[in-house]
Antibody
Framework: QVQLVESGGGVVQPGGSLRLSCAASGFTFSSYGMHWVRQAPGKGLEWVAFIRYDGSNKYYADSVKGRFTISRDNSKNTLYLQMNSLRAEDTAVYYC??????????????WGQGTLVTVSS | EIVLTQSPGTLSLSPGERATLSCRASQSVSSSYLAWYQQKPGQAPRLLIYGASSRATGIPDRFSGSGSGTDFTLTISRLEPEDFAVYYCQQYGSSPRWTFGQGTKVEIK
């Protein structure tokens, strides 16, 4: 069965950096695009970033562009999110999600359990 | 960017009742590229519906989706105790900008 397990969350000061990981299993990771989606405490869902199956294209929400970098290592079945210049408003649970669909028309068919990032001094 | 507006914000119903959730888009969602997700407290979202009306694997047939263009509906025909949760719609026709509605909470009356 598909499993996505995030790690790397924690407490970081404003302006700091953090790298999240998402370990995938139960499917051919190298064949699917992957997303990061976040949810601030008590709020709704916000799409953060997407990477194609081979890493050839990456897309970001305007709120994180230039500060976050999505990447993947298909040999390790792992997705990453490098977060720099963190702000209080980046505080959220971060989920990785598997993309399903075609031609960038992707919905999210499996989600990890999430990892909490808290940006606070 | 397509903005999705869900209504109502909260729906108070009893088990066994029918739930009708609305999702309205600020512009037409091409080819009905709309999905619905369920989220329970402390859990990750779960895919219910994609393509506006196709049920995801393992989703009970009491869940159904309909609509096209700018107006979409998620219907739960008879609420079970495990259905009380928050529901989100999401469009994926205007990529690479994936957007969600703000959510509808279905609570026990």
């Amino acid at each position: 069965q598909v499993q996505l397990v995030e790690s790397g969350g924690g407490v970081v000061q404003p302006g700091g950096s953090l790298r999240l990981s998402c370990a995938a299993s139960g499917f051919t990771f190298s064949s699917y695009g992957m997303h990061w989606v976040r949810q601030a405490p008590g709020k709704g869902l916000e799409w953060v970033a997407f990477i194609r199956y081979d890493g050839s294209n990456k897309y970001y929400a305007d709120s994180v562009k230039g500060r976050f970098t999505i990447s993947r290592d298909n040999s390790k079945n792992t997705l990453y999110l490098q977060m720099n210049s963190l702000r209080a408003e980046d505080t959220a649970v971060y989920y990785c999600a598997k993309a399903m669909g075609a031609g960038l028309r992707y919905y999210f068919d499996y989600w990890g359990q999430g990892t909490l990032v808290t940006v606070s001094s | 960017e397509i903005v999705l507006t869900q209504s109502p914000g909260t729906l108070s119903l009893s088990p066994g009742e029918r739930a009708t959730l609305s999702c309205r888009a600020s512009q037409s969602v091409s080819s009905s590229y709309l999905a619905w997700y369920q989220q329970k407290p402390g859990q990750a979202p779960r895919l219910l519906i994609y393509g506006a009306s196709s049920r995801a694997t393992g989703i009970p047939d009491r869940f159904s989706g309909s609509g096209s263009g700018t107006d979409f509906t998620l219907t739960i025909s008879r609420l079970e105790p495990e259905d009380f949760a928050v529901y989100y719609c999401q469009q994926y026709g205007s990529s690479p900008r994936w957007t969600f509605g703000q959510g509808t909470k279905v609570e026990i009356k």
